[in-house]
């Protein structure tokens, strides 16, 4: 059988100690200051958690998650069509007098 573990402050000098206690719990000194220590405290102990009844399904899956891009990888710039080149002067020009000589003919 375990027995508990605890802490004892003194009350003249303020050490700290963490004890653990035997079946004769015979009266403690500190020993900084060689002070009976009288108050005790526990220490908090962490619940154990509960087992559960057997399951017969069978677990969730885990997928390892995705990993996250980084911040300084550089994108790829998205590929754009090409630009249709624009129409010089002259031969816009050009298609207006052919468009007149085209209705004259007409």
């Known amino acids: 059988m375990t027995y508990p573990t605890k802490i004892a402050t003194c009350c003249y000098c303020g050490t700290r100690a963490a004890l653990t206690l035997d079946r004769g719990r015979h009266e403690l000194s500190c020993a900084q200051c060689a ?11 962490k619940e154990k958690p509960r087992k559960t009844g057997i399951s017969h399904q069978p677990g969730l899956r885990r997928f390892p998650a995705a990993p996250e891009p980084q911040a300084n990888a550089r994108r790829k710039p998205a590929k754009s069509r090409p630009r249709k080149p624009r129409k010089s002067l002259w031969r816009r020009m050009a298609e207006e007098a052919f468009d007149v000589v085209e209705d004259i003919f007409d």
């Open 35 to 45: 002070a009976p220590l009288h108050d005790l405290k526990s220490l908090p102990v």
